[in-house]
């Protein structure tokens, strides 16, 4: 008896220790530019907008976080803050419009790869200058394009032929299957969608059979007795969307094949839209619905993407000693208050998706509401790959948290800063404090100097201010203290740089920075789009 449970014992110590994962974890980082939690089914929308069983996997097999925020609501921003772990007005990467990435200064790719790590960065960059830190790269000049994208692979410019979201998922694949084997990996696979104009893959044409969605409640705001920040914008589906967004032509690049399909399937559509000579609110319901199918049309190839890239994991034999990270620059808005794109502090563009599965780790089918932001993502990556954490960084490591731990000291608040401004969506640049409650918010231009209270258990739909009401005196002076304090934290000195396009400074601004060592000079560097 004493025999055979000793030879069990044995037998289940030498499956466990096989079992175990060898060597430092490799990491996944599936990155989409614009991509918002409404359109995730994992995160419950009412709508119910898409079904997304890629990225709910994730979910069901890892950690669903609730409050992953962003520091500074644009896409170019974020990426630098990711790659540094420091906010735009230190890593120096405040706008799309007229700066450009520091490759020079420390980034967590170099760090990991002076630790032993095979680094990749395939797809959207948008950083201007080229990548730094990565043993391949490959990557979309600026905004890139949808259909047959130029791209430039380790500094040669080529062409592709087909769908950006399905070319992108291919190249990782086959830089997975042809990577070293004996190091661990770290690919940040990053997808041009769903960015504007939201063009699907030919294919998803048609992928909701005419559906017609239901309407965000604030898609008709008036910001009746809101700051004129909020009404003077230009990024809304009633004044801003072009016929490129709408679908009204055809996209550039398509060839002669590719147009026909394209034009079987939104000709006709757009021939009744034409005849209906729509205006006011029913032109604006048409445009929400048309928004809908294209933004949707282009996640639904995201999710078929993560979905393959999650099945080769499972047949290559990684899937077990993967960490796998999917998230967004930032939110995007789906017609709430009458908006579509980011910058704003407001819940849908502040919050970006975070999904994660480190198996054997991070408990399967967890949620959690703490305050995250990209901010942590070059500490956690290096905390992963068991890396020194620079202390210049601003972020903190997720790692406890993804082994289900509660640190008592965790974060109760976050900064925020957008800056970009006039052009080109007309958003006033402003700060604020945002805590598991509570957003005060500063808007700041020479004619514009006002405060918002934003109260999410009150107003959910955050469409009140309540800065002057005297039932929350006490908060916002609380909020103000704690916004001196953060700013001090994080060495946040205003005014800031001015944002862009040689508009006039503020009065006694100081000038912009200069230049980024080597910004441009990059070999097949791509002219950026402001976006």
């Known amino acids: 008896m004493m025999r055979r449970l000793l030879l069990t014992c044995a037998g289940l110590l030498a499956t466990s220790l096989s079992a175990a994962p060898k060597g430092p974890p490799n990491i996944l980082f599936l990155f989409s530019d614009d991509l918002t939690t409404q359109a995730i089914s994992a995160y419950g929308d009412e709508r119910k907008l898409l079904d997304t069983p890629g990225m709910d996997r994730l979910a069901k097999e890892g950690i669903r976080f609730d409050r992953c925020l962003v520091t500074n609501s644009i896409c170019g921003p974020m990426r630098a803050v990711i790659q540094t772990g420091k906010y735009s007005h230190l890593n120096g990467f ?112 048609g992928h909701d059979h005419d559906r017609v969605y239901g309407e965000p409640p604030t898609l008709f705001d008036t910001f009746e007795g809101r700051s004129k920040a909020l009404s003077d914008h230009d990024m809304g589906i009633e004044r801003t969307m072009t016929e490129k967004d709408l679908k009204l032509v055809p996209p550039p690049n398509l060839n002669a094949d590719q147009l026909k399909y394209w034009n079987d399937y939104y000709e006709p559509r757009n021939k009744k839209y034409r005849e209906a000579n729509l205006t006011g609110k029913e032109l604006v319901k048409w445009r929400y619905q048309r928004y809908m199918h294209d933004y949707l049309g282009c996640v639904k190839g995201v999710d078929e993407s993560i979905a393959r890239v999650l099945a080769y994991l499972d047949e290559s034999g990684l899937a077990e000693n993967t960490i796998v990270i999917c998230s967004s620059d930032q939110g995007f808005y789906l017609g709430e208050h009458g908006w579509f794109d980011k910058r704003w502090i407001f819940e849908e563009s502040l919050r970006t998706p975070f999904l994660v599965r480190w198996p054997g780790v991070a408990k399967p089918g967890t949620t959690n509401d703490k305050i995250v932001s990209l901010l942590d993502m070059a500490q956690t990556f290096l905390d992963i790959a068991g890396q020194p954490q620079p202390a210049d960084m601003q972020g903190h490591s997720l ?50 100097d006002d405060w918002d209270l934003l109260d999410r258990q009150a107003d959910p739909l955050e469409v009140k201010n309540f800065y002057n009401d005297p039932a929350y005196a006490d908060t916002v002076k609380e909020l103000k203290t704690e916004l001196d304090r953060l700013q001090v934290e994080v060495k946040e000195t205003l005014p800031p740089p001015r944002a862009s396009h040689g508009r006039k400074p503020f009065d006694n601004e100081p000038p912009l920075p200069a230049p980024a060592k080597g910004a441009g000079k990059g070999k097949g560097k791509g002219k950026k789009k402001a976006e």
């Open 94 to 205: 405040y706008n799309n419009s007229n700066n450009s990435f520091n490759g020079e200064q420390q980034t967590f790719p170099k760090l990991m790869q002076k630790g032993g790590y095979s680094t990749a960065v395939i797809g959207k960059w948008h950083l201007g200058d080229n990548p730094q830190g990565f043993d391949y790269w490959h990557i979309l000049p600026g905004q890139g394009a949808y259909y047959n994208p130029p791209m430039i692979d380790n500094g040669k410019r080529v062409t592709h032929t087909g769908y950006v979201t399905d070319i992108i998922t291919d190249l990782g694949l086959d830089w997975l299957k042809n990577r070293p084997k004996d190091k661990p990996f770290m690919l940040m696979l990053q997808h041009k969608a769903p960015h504007r104009e939201w063009e699907p893959a030919l294919r998803h044409l």
């Open 399 to 448: 790692v406890p948290l993804f082994k289900g731990e509660s640190p008592a000291d965790w974060r109760k608040s976050l900064y925020y800063h957008y800056y970009e401004f006039p052009v080109p969506h007309r958003v006033r640049p402003h700060y604020g404090v945002i805590t598991d409650r509570y957003k005060l918010v500063h808007y700041y231009t020479p004619d514009v």
